[in-house]
Structures are given as structure tokens and as C-alpha cells.
């Protein structure tokens, strides 16, 4: 077997070539991030095994971010990782460290905007057995796509009581808008084609995967001209682009009586409050939602807690050029180094990249196998504290488990 490797291609049409041996780079992450990451590690190559034998295998390339890039090389984030990442099109991350006090505001986020990221993706289901707050979990399969690039993480803010506050204060009075006294105030862009890309993607993923909606979430009853036109330029998107595969909500009464025709997405929107309410009474009305940046990020942490919290919520960071695959946690730093913490969340990441690159057998192998370890009681603290009888294991004993069943 050939452990040399080759780089995925990027096609015109953006679709990936994918040799048998890709080269993978993976960033192993700061505090708990290198327990979660060796079992992660671990599972991911018991599962292309599983899938493929001995004629594929990812051929893993550690690329430095975060405290171990700041040790060895001086910088949070050294353009050479940003480069292996680009050159290599596919990444897989631990959580990373958020430096205190100055240099760089997140290093999560700097990757996010350096190599343009531009859709947050975060699948929510319900793994059986997994203690949830609410009545019926199992009636939960949503898909956030949450812009990455603008809205909040492009936010221009303006101190209360400094000079720039004041002269921004005197200019909006020229076109006609007063603010209080003394206001902090914060500007927050929101674009057509930042968000016509990231419905694009929504909708090709609903189409592909054969979710039956693609929900427009917005604040457009107050925020007219940045939430509001996200929906209606989603709504444009949908129709220049799908104008056969999809139809909106309004059309699906008039035209369809309420029944979508087969294969065909709807579109429909729903303001960010009720949306909560919704997800929450009606969760199987939804399936993908694409929301500007602040609202998404409420909305898929609200999701999985519905499902059982951030330690199996998985994540991905997707653009045009390339893709990093993370765990949505932090890095726990208070259990560092314990072999304690729950690698579930990064091991899913892991399942959405072998979905990335076309390795779906592999990908069924691996969710699979996580869902029956969980399910056979064998668990990490975090899910043994709510599940009375489990067995209590260590994030590489829960890993090792996932493997040997892999190997079957
Ligand atoms: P956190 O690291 O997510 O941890 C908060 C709590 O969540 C933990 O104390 C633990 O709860 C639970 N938890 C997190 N990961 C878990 C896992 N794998 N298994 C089981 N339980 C898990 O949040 P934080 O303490 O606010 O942030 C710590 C650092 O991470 C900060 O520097 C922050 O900036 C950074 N961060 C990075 C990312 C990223 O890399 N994408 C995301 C968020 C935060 P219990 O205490 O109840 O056991």
C-alpha cells in the first residue's frame, strides 16, 4: 500500500477528485484537543478499513495551530498551516485555545475568514439512548447552515463616549437617523452574494441529501434592509438557480394543496423568535435551515441541546476552495491531558468529511458503529453521569470500542 498520498483536486464544477490515498491535514487542537483527537484519529482509519480494505486510506499530515503553533513557531496561526489546508482542500480540527489579552481575536474564527469558510455547517440528530431534555429527540434531523463571513463576524463596533461613536453619531443624523446619547454603536453587513452562495449550498444540500425544506431564518420584521433581505435574496437564490427543484411555501398551498410533489424542496422563511418555538413544538416541519451568521450560531447550539448537547454536535466550515471539519465544543481545558472528555463530537466531524469526500460507506460504518457503542452503554463521563448503569470509560477506551467494532 502506497503511504505517499496524493491531494484531493477541486473540480470546475466544485466537485472533489479523491485519490485512494488522500493527504489529510488534521490540527490536533489545544487542552482536550489531543485526547479527542487520537480516538477520533483512531476511528476514522478503523472505518476506511472497514469500507475499503486495503485499496483506500487517508494518509494524515499534522499541520500547527493554536498553542502548539505559538510554542514551536511564535504565531496562533502560521500561513503555513493556512496553506497546507488550501493546497490540500480537506482538514480536520480539535478545538482550539482562544487567546487572552491581544494578537489575534480567535484563531478559530481567523481560519474561518482567511480561507474564506463561508457556510457553518451543523448537522443536529438524535443518537438513541443519548439523555435529552426533550419528550421525542428521534423527531429531530435539522441541518444549520449558517453564514460565515459577515453579519456578527463582520461586526464594526463603536465604543460608547469615543470620538469615532460621536462622529458616526453626527453622520447618521445627516441621512436622518438619531441614536441615544453616548450609544455604543455597532454596524453588521449583510450581502447579497455572501448570502446568495451560502443558500445555494443550503439548497444543493436539501436536493442531495433529500431534505424536504430549506428554512430562511430572519429578523426581517425589524431589521428590513440586512435580515430581511437575507430571506428575499434566499428566495431569488432558490429561484434563479433551482427553478424546476424547488417551489416556496406560498406556491405549496396554491398550487399543491400543502403536498410537496416529489423531490421537490420547499422554501419558506420564518422569523428568528417564532423559529425557536417551532423547532421546539414541530420539529419535524424543518429540515435545512440557512441563517445569517448571529442567528445561526443561537439556533444550532439551541438544536443540540435538543439532541443532547455540544459533546456530539459536529461541525464543519465549508467555502468554495476548501473545507475544515471540527469539533463545535471548546477545549475543556479543565480536563486536560485526563483522557476523560467525550470524543463524539469530532469523531461526527469525522463522519461529515468522509460524507465530504464521497467515502460514504465508510461514513455509514463509522456513525454507525459510534451510535451502537453509545447505545451498548459504554460511555464517556458527561453521558454516564445521566445514564444510569453505563459503563463509565475514557475517551480512548470509547474509541477503541468504536474501532473493534469496526473491525467487526
Ligand atoms: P468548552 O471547552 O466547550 O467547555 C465547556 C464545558 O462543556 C466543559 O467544561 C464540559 O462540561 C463540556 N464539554 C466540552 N467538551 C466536551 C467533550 N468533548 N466531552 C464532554 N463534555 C464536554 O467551553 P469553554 O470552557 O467556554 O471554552 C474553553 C476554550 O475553548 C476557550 O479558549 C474557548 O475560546 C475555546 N473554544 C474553542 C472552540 C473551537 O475550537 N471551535 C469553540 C468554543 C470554545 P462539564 O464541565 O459539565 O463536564
Not at 217 to 231: C, D, L, Q, V, W
Request: with cysteine.
Amino acid at each position: 500500500m502506497s503511504q505517499k498520498g496524493q491531494k484531493i483536486i477541486v473540480n470546475p464544477d466544485k466537485s472533489l477528485t479523491v485519490p485512494d490515498f488522500p493527504i489529510i491535514p488534521f490540527i490536533e487542537g489545544d487542552g482536550t484537543g489531543p485526547d479527542i483527537w487520537h480516538a477520533t484519529r483512531m476511528v476514522l482509519d478503523a472505518a476506511v478499513k472497514a469500507a475499503f480494505g486495503e485499496e483506500k486510506a487517508i494518509v494524515w499530515k499534522e499541520v500547527l495551530a493554536g498553542e502548539k503553533a505559538f510554542k514551536q513557531t511564535g504565531s496562533w496561526l502560521p500561513e503555513e498551516t493556512l496553506k497546507q489546508i488550501l493546497d490540500h482542500v480537506v482538514a480536520i480540527k480539535g478545538p482550539l485555545t482562544t487567546p487572552v489579552g491581544g494578537g489575534i481575536r480567535s484563531v478559530n474564527v481567523a481560519i474561518r475568514q482567511k480561507l474564506d469558510l463561508y457556510a457553518c455547517v451543523r448537522p443536529v440528530r438524535h443518537i438513541p439512548t443519548v439523555p435529552s431534555p426533550v419528550k421525542e429527540p428521534q423527531k429531530v434531523d435539522m441541518v444549520v447552515f449558517r453564514e460565515n463571513t459577515e453579519d456578527l463576524y463582520a461586526g464594526i463596533e463603536f465604543e460608547s463616549g469615543s470620538v469615532s461613536a460621536q462622529k458616526l453619531a453626527d453622520f447618521l443624523k445627516t441621512l436622518g437617523a438619531t441614536v441615544p446619547p453616548g450609544a455604543g454603536l455597532g454596524i453588521k453587513p449583510i450581502s447579497r452574494a455572501n448570502t446568495a452562495r451560502l443558500v445555494r449550498r443550503a439548497v444543493a444540500y436539501a436536493l442531495d441529501k433529500g431534505y424536504g425544506s430549506v428554512t430562511l431564518m430572519h429578523k426581517g420584521n425589524i431589521m428590513k434592509f440586512t435580515e430581511g433581505a437575507f430571506a428575499k435574496w434566499g428566495y431569488e437564490t432558490a429561484a434563479e438557480f433551482f427553478p424546476t427543484s424547488t417551489l416556496t411555501e406560498a406556491k405549496l398551498w396554491e398550487e399543491h394543496g400543502g403536498v410537496a410533489p416529489k423531490g421537490k424542496v420547499v422554501i419558506k422563511d420564518r422569523i428568528a423568535d417564532m423559529l425557536f418555538q417551532q423547532v421546539l413544538l414541530r420539529p419535524e416541519e424543518f429540515g435545512v435551515i440557512a441563517a445569517p451568521n448571529l442567528n445561526g450560531d443561537y439556533l444550532s447550539d439551541a438544536l443540540a441541546a435538543q439532541v443532547g448537547g455540544l459533546g456530539m454536535a459536529p461541525g464543519a466550515n465549508i467555502g468554495d476552495k476548501c473545507a475544515v471539519f471540527e469539533a463545535t465544543h471548546g477545549t475543556a481545558p479543565k480536563y486536560a491531558g485526563q483522557d476523560k472528555v467525550n470524543p463524539g463530537s469530532l469523531i461526527l466531524s469525522g463522519v461529515m468529511m468522509l460524507e465530504h469526500m464521497g467515502w460514504d460507506n465508510a461514513a455509514k460504518a463509522l456513525s454507525k458503529a459510534l451510535a451502537d457503542t453509545v447505545a451498548s452503554g459504554f460511555v464517556t463521563y458527561d453521558l454516564a453521569r445521566q445514564l444510569p448503569g453505563s459503563t463509565l470509560v475514557k475517551c480512548s477506551q470509547f474509541g477503541q470500542a468504536v474501532a473493534k467494532r469496526l473491525a467487526g
